[in-house]
């Protein structure tokens, strides 16, 4: 089986690679990945000019709402077929309803987020998803504490109401909430019920079959490259490898041996003082449930 996951920044790696081997254009619409992944950042920029009353907005001033340069901007536009008119730049509705449309927001989608955990539960609160087209049909968990209650208006069924839920719900896109270990098993089921469109919050790398998109959000993995920056930012120094906990410095002995030389300075008392980096084994790389 193939990964088709893709990562929440839309970048091209490890995580971000299609199943039947076409990694940077889309095989229906010919869009570049990168530009689709760039789209829903300018409809939040034009909503946001829409609702303060702006009818018109320049590549410039639209690209730095979006944070991206104006000529890329106008790149990705132009696979929309929109190219603006000079000195008059583009009409804000109208760039709303192309790219709406563009990602499938002018019609109705049924989702449902599998694992009422914490993040399960945050997910079926969050009233963005409703805004922008998406509606909670269904919220599942394999807990039978949880069967029945009722979350965000929704109530919640046992995981084994899976596949009849999706038939009789119309389910379009499922969201993966639960611990990494249960997530490939879930994952399968819903693939053999016929879902293609999977946004996975477990942190596990999702193997599915080829026609099947997965976006994968890791939230832990996003503050370790922010930590990763913020450690250069202030100049720190990397630890070298072998000189902390005092660790002695060896020369060949006369006789073949190994005989000390000096010490190296003894790391400080404190292992996580201001200024020091941490070792990666004490990063928490799970998303609670």
């Known amino acids: 089986m193939a990964s088709t996951s893709s990562n929440a920044s839309g970048g091209t790696g490890p995580d971000s690679r299609s199943g039947n081997g076409a990694s940077l254009r889309s095989a229906r619409q010919g869009i570049p990945e990168a530009t689709v992944a760039r789209l829903p950042v300018y409809l939040r920029a034009l909503i946001s ?39 008059v730049g583009y009409e804000v509705s109208f760039l709303v309803y192309q790219i709406s449309r563009e990602l499938g927001l002018t019609q109705d989608w049924a989702v449902a987020i599998i694992g009422i955990g914490n993040l399960g539960h945050a997910l079926a609160n969050y009233g963005g998803f409703a805004s922008r087209g998406f509606r909670v049909a269904a919220l599942f968990d394999a807990d039978p504490a949880l069967t029945g209650s009722v979350v965000a208006g929704v109530r919640v069924r046992h995981s084994d109401e899976l596949e009849s839920a999706i038939r009789g719900l119309g389910i379009s896109i499922f969201v993966i909430a639960t611990p990494a270990p ?108």
């Open 182 to 289: 249960a997530a490939q098993a879930v994952a399968d089921r819903l693939v053999a019920a016929g879902i293609t469109s999977i946004l996975n919050f477990a942190p596990v790398v999702l193997n599915v079959p080829e026609g099947v998109d997965v976006r994968k959000v890791d939230l832990s993995i996003e503050l370790q490259i922010l930590a990763f920056h913020e450690q250069r930012k202030g100049g720190h120094a990397l630890p070298q490898a072998g000189r902390a906990g005092g660790a002695a410095e060896t020369d060949p002995g006369p006789d073949g041996g190994r005989r000390a030389v000096r010490s190296a300075p003894a790391a400080a008392a404190t292992p996580h003082a201001p200024g020091r980096s941490l070792d990666a084994s004490l990063i928490d790389t799970g998303i609670p449930s």
């Open 49 to 87: 000019m829409q609702e303060r009353g702006i009818v018109t907005v320049s590549s410039e001033e639209l690209a730095a709402s979006a944070g991206v340069n104006s000529a890329k901007l106008r790149k990705d536009f132009s696979y929309l077929g929109s190219y603006g008119t000079r000195g």
